[in-house]
Every structure is written in C-alpha cells, then in structure tokens.
C-alpha cells in the first residue's frame, strides 16, 4: 500500500496536467487507508464474552464445564472453565464465533454462529439438559458416565451400571467407591459409619427410624443418581462426621407424557414390579414413582465363644440360620406448578408400606474346659414386621430479574411406625433342663413411632457481576420417637409375665435450630467459600418404664450450641486441571438406638444395647483434591485427615454369659487417607472406573479402667470395566476388595466378591434386558475376632448368598442414543443447540 501511495505522489508532481485525476486516486487511497486501520484497531480491541450455566431441570449452577469458542472453520480460538457458581468469562477479539458448552453427564450446547462486535456480551443463563441415557446403553460418546468427579462431591449414574439392575438402595450404596455395608446393614463412608444419608437434599422416612433398613424398601429402579460429598460446606446440616450421601430419586419434567416401566426376577426368589412416570403440559408438571418387591433373602453365619473367668474357663459353639422375607410398596407422587418463568411451586406425597416376615433359627453347644459338650440348646424365633412410612412435602421457588438471585422454602413433615411381634421357642436337645425352664414360650413386641417436622429457607444473592455469591439460610427440625418394648414369658403353662429386665418404654426427643451464612467469589483462576453453621441441640431422652441398665438416669437432657466452619478453596490451573483445599467442622450426635436401652431380644445371649449418657463427636476434617479431565479419561487424586473427639465406638463385655454391646465414649481419633479414582476410556469398546481408599486410623481412649486404643492401616479398593459388545449389547465385570482392619478389640478380616452384567436392548430399542449376577463365587462373608481380658469371640457372617437377576426395562417415549445416529453429534458428544 505504501508503494501505490508513493507512485500517486510521483505522478502528480510530474504530470501537473493530471491533477485531477490523481487528486481522485489519491481520494479513493485516502478512503483505502482509512477503512484499513478502521479494520486494524477494530482487531486490536479485546472484547469480553461471559454468561452462566446451569442444568435446566433444577437450575442450579453447573461448575467446572467448559466454555469454547470457535471461528467459523471450527478453529478452536479460546476457552474458559466454569467457577462453583457455573459462571465463566472468555477474552478474544471482534469477529464472528459460535461457542460450545461441555461437561460430564449433559448434553453438549451450541451457542450459534453470531458476530460478536460489543466490549462485553453477556449470554445469561445457559440451560443444560443432563443426558438422559436409560439403564443399560452401549458405552458411547455423549452417554452419561457411571461416575462424575468434581471436587467437592463426586455423582454415581448408579441407573447406568448394570450390576444394579434389581437391586435396592443399601445394595447399590453398597456397590459405590469408598462406600462399605457391613454385617448388619451399617453403611460406612472411608472406614466410618457416621455418615448422614439424605434424599433430594432432605432427611426422609425411606431411610427410616433408627437405621438403614427402611433402604432395603427402596428399589434402585427409582433412584437417578448419588451424590457422595465427603467434606459439605455449611449450607449442609452439621450432621455426619464422615460427609452426607444424598439419593435423588427420578423425576421428569419432559413435556407430554413418558415413563419407564420395570420387571424383575432373581433367584433367590426376589421379584418386583416398577413404574416412573411424568405427565406436563404447560405449567403443569405431574410426576408418580411406584415400585412393588417381594423378597427371600437367607443368610448365615456362625460364632466361636471363649470365656475365661478367674475360676474356669468354658466355650460356645454356636450356628444362625436366617430368613428375612415379605413385601414392600413405594409410591410417590408430586405436581410442579410453575406459574411463570421465576415462581414455582412443588408438593408432593410419599407413602412406603411392608409387610415382612423374619425367621431366625440360631443353635448353642456350651463346652466345657476339656472341650466336651455338655449341653445343646435350641431357639426359633418368628417375628412380623410391619412399617408404613408418609411423607408430606412443600416447597416454593422464586427466582428474581437478577441473573442468579433465588429464595426459596421447604417445609416437611413425616410420620413413621414400625411394628415388630416374635413368637420364641427354646428348648434343651441334648441334656434337657431339669427345670423346664428353658422350654418355656417367650414372646416379644416392639412399637415405634416417629414424628418429624422440617422448615428450611435458603437465600442466594450474586453479586460482582455473577462471579460472587453471598448465601443464607434457616432450618429447624423437630423429632419425637417413642417405642413400646415388652418381652413376656409363658409360665407354669397359664400366664405371661415381663422377662428380666428388657421391657421398657423409651422416649426420644430432639429440637435443631440452624442457621448459616456463606459468601463465594471467583477471581481469576481462584474461587472461594467461607461459611459458618450455628446450631442449637435440644436432646431430651426419657426411660418412661422399665429398668435402668448400669449407671444410667431415668431422664437425660442436653442442649448444646455449636458453630461449624467450612472453607472451600478451588485453583482452576486450566480448562482440565483443577485443585482444591477445603475444612469442615461436623458432629455425629447419638442416634436413637445408641440411647435406647433394649431393643432386640432375637439371640438371648448376644445382645446390643444403647447408651443414654453418650455424648456427640465433634470432627475437624481437612482434605486437597486434583482433578483432571481428559479427552477420554478423568482422574481425581486427594488426600484427607480427619480429628474427631469423644468417638464412640461399641465394645463388647460379659455378664452371667451373656455378652452385651454397648456404645461408650473413648477419648481421639486421627484418620488419615489418600484416595483416587480414575474413569477411562482404552477404546471405543471398553471403559474401566477404578478406585482406591487408603487409611491409617488411630484411636485413644478409655472406660471403666479399660484401655482401647488401635492403629490400623487398611484399604479397599473396585474396579469396574465395561465392554460394549455390539448391536447394543454391554457386557460389565466388577471386582471388589477389603483389606483387613484392626479394631479396639480386635480385628475385621478381607473379603471380595466379584459380579457380572449384561444388557441387551430389544423392541427396537424400546425395551433392556439385564441379566446379572452378584457375589459369583459367594465370598461375601463378613469375619472378625473380639477379644478382651475374659473373652475371645470368632465371628462369621454371611447376609447373602450368590444373587442371579433377570430384568426388563419398557421406555415409554423415551428414547435411547447410539453412537452411529443422529447427525448433530460433534466431537462425539449428544448435542443441544441454541438458535
């Protein structure tokens, strides 16, 4: 351009006859010049692009997806990662781009090909569908993955693994990385079992009253995903030393009507029936959950008994056959009433029902010193059990003009009873008592009540343009359990009178007043949330009658106020790499059957027994995580340390032959660990999750002149791989290992089990079959030794045996994904678009 300029001016000056004419050339360079360095600033400015996602059902922020930016040749330009808020910000310069959104378990979103021109453009909310792949597809791009990882949780797809087909929710928990179920249905997450576990974010009666049984009601058919959130910030209850595993149930909100219909058959006999249906039409959303199961589950196991008191010494032999069967029935139903855009308006019922009949059949051989049988008694123990479960639910949403700014509020209530009635028989086979006394009828009948009201508000007000956050909230439960116990025995063939000093009637009341306050921002690569949790505990428990067990008072009352911190720092070092450092303070109240005192009577010579004196651990838990996410993999690398102060733990002791387990306070406990977990994709074919948790845990403590202290280190460990076959059909085989554990009073020994999976879609992919098997060579057998001055017991158990599953899957207009359809798949992804 400079040469044609210079040549202008050489020919004006020489040819003074041509002033016109080059007076007109040098006009149009003028105007050339002028519209190049118009273009030549233009593309020397930066302009900002920025915008906020969220998922479109719940429309809470998506972290860490990723935003691209795109020229029109599909030339990658720049990116940005999401912050916590699901907020990001990408600079480039003037010109015309589309943009795409990415990140694990949704659907890809295309921002369409526009010409971005301004300083700032502001894209608002960008809603992401999560991609809804049904139980059983073929391992391809864009189809949810069995586990999601972010930094502070991580999201098991459990609907997607094929080992759960026919499973319930203690079953799949069980199923879950650095999630163990022991002998007696306990639930532990990284070695410890205080752990708070939630449904859609909530307490709910489908975990029941006092334990994880009412879970075993709870069919996998009605559960989309876990959520495992092993360090919650304060916006969650303080409860749970260990973190919260929160269950979200399934609900569609897809306009017209669809559902999923399930059936299944196991041996042995396990067989169940299951619907998830949605209805919307405009502002009305209709959603009902129904799952009906009959199951047979036997089980076994055995326990050797040394006594050696100061004057002799005799041994215990002792084998329990048991059958836990009956009936269940789970059915929730809710309607969605969004009025506009910013208000909405949720309520909806829960009901579960079961019948079950559990058989226990347990045999003693007492020997003496010299290891001759002296005496061999029989018991049979029949008891019904009834439980009905209601749940009512409230909850109102309001969203405001300002771009993330929500207030919302939940109200719950829930009345729960279970009913438990046992017919006992015991007899002496071999040298009968000359008393008759051991042939006597007994009877036992336990009743249990629970009241519970729940009122949350929670409030989130963005401020620095999206990227901070400032969060508050309230919430008060109130809690009221009675149960009825009475164990009677038939005398001299005419009357039934109290047995020893079991019969009681106990009551639980519990009054938590919470509030919390949270502020979040986001600068540059770094993002942040300080908090803290005040809560007010109001505890009251009661021995309205029957006999107080060692030391204890008739009434117990304590109230505490407690603060809970939290810290959660995140470093984003790029679009794929992420680290985190993060605290908590939590505490693990007491439960009920901690306090309780009696409440079993099924084995007469090992029994468990509350504590109403025990007192809370409080736990200071500190964790740093990495997470990298790759083309075709994700890893995720932490290490954790968690101190935790008046620990309970139950120990065993002897009275009149008769073992009790009672839970007491001890002094400290120091856990440390290093946990990963890794998702890959080898080939197109084939996909491996794999996991580890490493721990070393010591405890101190003492009771009564007793010391019980252990250092253990252990870990456990699952690996899954997943093989697509062809013509859809998956093929999974997972392996599963426990290292041994030492314990105050001894020790937990290893175990493994091994399953398999298989699916095949029919109907022209309206329809799954799954077969799969559990536990294939039946080594899920739980071993352990307790042993204390005078004792040594040699524990074996055995919940289940082999399980063989059969199920069908219906879809009603939904549809599935395979990797060879649909023409707006890019980069291997499902695809929305924004036009």
């Not at 493994?752 to 080594?779: E, H, P, Q």
Request: net charge neutral; glycine share 8%; hydrophobic share 35%.
């Amino acid at each position: 351009m400079p040469n044609r300029l210079s040549e202008s001016i050489y020919t004006l000056r020489m040819s003074p006859g041509y002033i016109c004419g080059a007076m007109k050339k040098i006009r149009g360079v003028i105007i050339v010049l002028a519209v190049f360095s118009f273009f030549t600033g233009v593309f020397a400015q930066t302009i900002t692009i920025k915008g906020r996602i969220v998922d479109k059902e719940t429309t809470e922020p998506v972290p860490f997806a990723t935003f691209s930016l795109y020229s029109p040749d599909s030339v990658l330009v720049t990116g940005g990662i999401a912050d916590m808020d699901g907020a990001f910000e990408v600079k480039s310069r003037p010109g015309s781009y589309y943009g795409l959104v990415q990140v694990v378990s949704y659907r890809n979103r295309f921002i369409s090909l526009r010409q971005f021109t301004q300083p700032v453009t502001d894209l608002g909310k960008i809603e992401l569908v999560v991609s809804v792949q049904t139980l059983g597809e073929v391992v391809v791009s864009g189809e949810r993955s069995l586990m999601q990882m972010d930094l502070d949780k991580r999201i098991f797809n459990v609907s997607e693994d094929l080992s759960n087909v026919g499973r319930n929710a203690v079953e799949i928990l069980d199923n879950l990385p650095s999630i163990t179920v022991d002998q007696d249905g306990g639930v532990s997450l990284r070695g410890s079992q205080n752990v708070r576990i939630l449904i859609d974010g909530k307490p709910s009666g489908l975990v029941g009253i006092s334990s994880t049984d009412a879970l075993q009601a709870l069919q996998g058919s009605m559960i989309e995903r876990i959520e495992v959130v092993t360090n919650p910030s304060v916006r969650y209850e303080a409860e749970g030393n260990a973190g919260v595993i929160n269950i979200i149930l399934k609900k569609e909100r897809q306009d017209g009507m669809n559902a999923v219909i399930e059936g299944s058959i196991a041996h042995p006999l396990n067989t169940g029936v299951s619907a998830n249906m949605n209805f919307r039409k405009k502002k009305l959303n209709y959603f009902v959950n129904y799952s009906s199961n009959y199951r047979e589950r036997p089980g076994r196991g055995s326990i050797y008994q040394e006594f050696t008191p100061a004057d002799t010494a005799y041994f215990t032999r002792s084998k329990r056959n048991f059958l836990r069967t009956g009936w269940s029935h789970n059915f929730r139903a809710g309607t969605d009433v969004i009025f506009n855009d910013k208000n909405t308006l949720t309520t909806a019922f829960l009901i579960n029902v079961g019948n079950n009949l559990n058989i226990t059949d347990i045999t003693y051989r007492d020997y003496d010193i010299f290891d001759e049988l002296g005496r061999e008694i029989e018991r049979k123990d029949r008891e019904v059990e009834k439980e009905k479960n209601y749940e009512y639910t409230l909850s109102y949403e309001k969203m405001f003009d300002k771009e993330g700014r929500k207030l919302t509020f939940y109200g719950q209530y829930r009345d729960n009873t279970e009913t438990e009635k046992s017919a006992i028989a015991q007899r002496a086979i071999l040298n009968p008592d000359p008393t008759n006394v051991l042939d006597n009828p007994q009877r036992s009948y336990n009743e249990e009540a629970e009241q519970n009201i729940l009122l949350q508000s929670d409030y989130i007000h963005p401020f620095n343009g999206g990227k901070g956050k400032f969060e508050a909230g309230y919430r008060g439960t109130i809690r009221k359990i009675k149960t009825d116990y009475t164990v009677e025995e038939f005398i001299n063939n005419n009357e039934w009178v109290s047995y020893g000093n079991f019969t009681n009637t106990f009551q639980y009341d519990e009054n938590i007043q919470a509030l919390y306050a949270l502020v979040g921002n986001h600068a540059g690569k770094i993002s942040y949330e300080l908090g803290l949790r005040m809560e007010y505990t109001d505890i009251k428990t009661a021995l309205l009658r029957g006999a107080i067990f060692g030391d204890n008072d008739p009434v117990n009352k304590k109230s505490y106020v407690n603060f809970f911190p939290s810290i959660h720092t995140n470093y984003h070092i790029n679009t794929n790499n992420s680290v985190q450092l993060s605290y908590s303070r939590r505490v693990n109240r007491p439960g009920f059957w901690s306090l309780n005192p009696f409440s079993s009577f099924s084995d007469a010579r090992n029994i468990w027994v509350g504590n109403p004196n025990i007192n809370p651990e409080f736990t200071d838990s500190y964790e740093a995580g990495y997470l990298t996410n790759g083309e075709s993999f994700s890893f995720f690398g932490g290490v954790y340390y968690r101190h935790t102060t008046d620990v309970s733990e139950r120990i065993n002791f002897v009275v009149n032959d008769t073992t009790f387990s009672q839970p007491v306070n001890l002094s400290v406990e120091n856990s440390y660990g290093v946990e990963t977990n890794l998702s890959k994709d080898f080939t197109k074919w084939w996909t491996i999750n794999a996991n580890a948790n490493f721990f070393r845990a010591i405890t101190e403590g003492e009771y009564e002149g007793t010391f019980y202290n252990r250092d253990t280190y252990t870990w456990n460990s699952r690996v899954s791989n997943r093989f697509s076959l062809g013509r859809r059909t998956n093929l999974q085989a997972t392996v599963f290992y426990r290292a041994p554990q030492r314990t105050t009073q001894g020790r937990r020994e290893a175990f493994y089990t091994f399953d398999l999976g298989f699916t095949k879609d029919v109907w022209k992919n309206k329809a799954t079959f799954s077969l799969n098997v559990r536990d294939v060579f039946n080594t899920r057998v739980f071993r352990s030794v307790n042993e204390g001055e005078d004792f040594y017991f040699r524990n074996r158990f055995q919940r289940a045996f082999t399980t063989i599953t059969a199920s069908l899957v219906f879809r009603i207009n939904q549809t599935k994904t395979n990797k060879n359809e649909g023409q707006k798949e890019r980069n291997g992804f499902d695809q929305d678009f924004d036009n």
